[in-house]
């Protein structure tokens, strides 16, 4: 595989590449730091398994956080992904490296600002000209207008028909999660206007750089409930309460904003349960039986 990157990589930025060594690229991908001929280094990320418009999507979601120039986002410097399945040559997403570092009081700081910046800069409508993907699970983005209807219809019912149909989701918790998507209208808040999102906002996706900075990376964007980043920043541990009070003090949040955390995070226990089964299933049921 990596003579295939390599190759791609050299035609995609007409330079020869001189070094690749492999790194860590989590489930889905596999990952490469790529030295090329003038001595940059670019972190590469490729698989033999995504969908086509895979990459290309990725590469639209993070110029379009980026283009705001109110947070850090990894330039996109390639996109190798060809339309049709089978396509020889690898397929890859090629970024600028991001040496890490730790996320300390400062960055935290930065982060908070940074996100509220990032969703106040908005978005055309809820959804995106995409589908969201998130792994195997494909998630529908139709863009509209009407927040509730979008979170039930494009999030909620979607994932927990995947949920179901993988056994991670039974008739009664599917009952349940009907029951709050009846009510999602009355428990979602005053309205607010569509924020630029991240999509996939756990604490994972959320990298520091050396001098401490952070970068956004791994989205799956679209403009939605800027509320929805925040809660899943906060489901699998995450920064501080000084991020988010950062965040509110540059963008204060509606009242009642801390009661429908867990009505957001549905979404991506969801998500998880599809995915990967477990606990998510019951963990989703038991956050939908206090809002039902």
């Given at each position: 595989?990596s003579?295939a990157v390599?190759?791609?990589?050299?035609?995609?930025?007409?330079?020869?590449?001189s070094?690749?060594?492999?790194?860590?690229g989590?489930d889905l991908n596999d990952?490469?730091?790529?030295?090329?001929a003038d001595g940059?280094?670019?972190?590469?990320?490729?698989?033999a398994?995504?969908?086509?418009?895979?990459?290309?999507?990725?590469?639209e979601?993070?110029?379009?956080l980026?283009?705001?120039?109110?947070?850090?986002?990894p330039?996109?410097?390639a996109v190798?992904?060809p339309?049709v399945?089978?396509?020889?040559?690898?397929?890859?997403l090629?970024?600028?490296?991001?040496?890490?570092?730790?996320?300390?009081?400062d960055?935290?700081?930065e982060?908070?600002?940074g996100?509220?910046?990032?969703?106040?800069?908005?978005?055309?409508?809820?959804?995106?000209?995409?589908?969201?993907?998130?792994?195997?699970l494909?998630?529908?983005?139709?863009?509209?207008?009407?927040w509730?209807?979008?979170?039930v219809?494009?999030?909620?019912?979607?994932?927990?028909?995947?949920?179901?149909d993988r056994?991670?989701l039974?008739?009664?918790?599917?009952q349940?999660?009907?029951?709050?998507?009846a009510?999602?209208?009355?428990?979602a808040?005053?309205?607010?206007?569509p924020?630029?999102?991240?999509?996939?906002?756990?604490?994972?996706?959320?990298?520091?750089?050396?001098g401490?900075?952070?970068?956004?990376?791994?989205?799956?964007?679209?403009?939605?409930?800027?509320?929805?980043d925040?809660?899943?920043l906060?489901?699998f541990?995450?920064?501080?309460?000084?991020?988010f009070?950062?965040y509110?003090?540059?963008?204060?949040?509606?009242?009642?904003?801390e009661?429908?955390?867990?009505?957001?995070?549905?979404?991506?226990l969801?998500?998880?349960?599809?995915?990967?089964?477990g606990?998510?299933?019951?963990s989703?049921?038991?956050?939908?039986?206090?809002?039902?």
């Amino acid at each position: 595989m990596s003579h295939a990157v390599a190759g791609a990589l050299a035609d995609a930025l007409a330079t020869r590449v001189s070094g690749l060594v492999s790194v860590s690229g989590g489930d889905l991908n596999d990952a490469f730091v790529a030295t090329l001929a003038d001595g940059r280094r670019v972190f590469v990320k490729t698989s033999a398994d995504v969908l086509p418009g895979t990459y290309r999507a990725e590469a639209e979601d993070l110029r379009w956080l980026a283009e705001p120039r109110v947070i850090g986002v990894p330039e996109v410097l390639a996109v190798v992904d060809p339309e049709v399945s089978g396509a020889p040559g690898a397929r890859l997403l090629a970024l600028e490296l991001i040496d890490p570092g730790r996320l300390g009081a400062d960055g935290e700081l930065e982060l908070g600002r940074g996100l509220a910046a990032m969703h106040a800069a908005g978005a055309a409508a809820f959804g995106a000209s995409h589908p969201m993907r998130l792994g195997a699970l494909v998630v529908p983005n139709d863009p509209g207008d009407d927040w509730p209807a979008f979170y039930v219809q494009q999030r909620l019912e979607p994932v927990a028909r995947a949920a179901r149909d993988r056994g991670a989701l039974d008739a009664r918790g599917a009952q349940t999660l009907a029951r709050v998507c009846a009510r999602v209208g009355e428990l979602a808040g005053p309205p607010e206007a569509p924020a630029r999102l991240h999509g996939d906002l756990w604490s994972g996706n959320v990298l520091a750089d050396a001098g401490g900075r952070p970068y956004l990376v791994d989205p799956a964007a679209y403009g939605g409930h800027r509320e929805v980043d925040l809660a899943m920043l906060r489901l699998f541990g995450g920064p501080s309460a000084r991020c988010f009070d950062a965040y509110a003090e540059a963008h204060p949040l509606a009242d009642g904003h801390e009661e429908r955390v867990g009505l957001w995070q549905l979404f991506p226990l969801l998500v998880h349960a599809a995915l990967f089964g477990g606990g998510y299933g019951p963990s989703a049921v038991r956050t939908a039986a206090r809002y039902a």
